[in-house]
């Protein structure tokens, strides 16, 4: 190995030790609450190396929600290549369970995601900032599947031709993150208070749901 490859290879190293503790200090304090000394500290480097590999907070967490959504997509892609023959409905619901699952091995990713709050500089035509564009592009990924899943639905005649696509795509959405929130904090106590597993209460959530939309 060479002094150039090895140079990078040990820029890379640092850059994803910074990234990693980034993750946690996120997960511990919340972004607004995080500062880069805490990052530097957590990653045990001083704070003007940390700002020699970015430039700010808000670049950080960009990176790691680009990671997630990164990991999130080949996820849902695997979901759906192993199902291509279900019904779209079926395909919805594993896209749904897919997100769930995400929701537990990668809590940290999903936890940057979904506790993000958008910005107005984020919808600017003008910023030239590439990391956010491509965040965005890999967040709407996900969504894309869905509508594509629910048009294929509507043109095979199992799923009603009244329903706007991306109405039930952003209901269909904030459903799941409801669900994935009563399995992080309530899934005790409703198994002992009204027996029921979750799973179940998962099943008959998405029966109810689709039951609004089916032909």
């Not at 590999?53 to 192993?82: C, P, R, V």
């Not at 039930?168 to 005790?188: D, P, R």
Request: charged share 30%; proline share 0%.
């Amino acid at each position: 190995m060479g002094i150039t490859e090895r140079k990078e290879k040990e820029r890379l190293f640092r850059k994803n030790l910074i990234l990693r503790a980034a993750e946690d200090i996120f997960a511990e304090k919340g972004f607004e609450n995080s500062t880069m000394e805490d990052i530097a500290k957590a990653a045990e480097f001083t704070k003007k190396t940390v700002y020699s590999y970015f430039n700010s907070k808000e670049e950080l967490y960009y990176e790691i929600m680009l990671e997630g959504f990164k990991s999130l997509n080949t996820m849902l892609d695997e979901a759906i290549n192993q199902n291509e023959s279900l019904k779209e409905t079926e395909k919805i619901k594993k896209l749904g369970q897919t997100f769930i699952e995400f929701s537990r091995v990668c809590p940290a990713y999903f936890r940057a995601i979904s506790d993000y709050q958008n910005r107005e500089f984020d919808f600017s035509h003008n910023t030239d900032n590439e990391l956010i564009k491509e965040c965005y592009v890999a967040g709407q990924y996900s969504f894309e599947l869905l509508n594509k899943c629910l048009a294929d639905g509507i043109d095979r005649g199992e799923i009603s031709d009244k329903v706007d696509v991306t109405t039930v795509s952003l209901i269909l959405w904030a459903n799941v993150l409801g669900i994935i929130t009563l399995i992080n904090k309530k899934q005790k106590y409703i198994r002992e208070y009204y027996h029921i597993e979750i799973e179940q209460l998962i099943e008959n959530g998405f029966e109810m749901l689709f039951s609004t939309i089916k032909k």
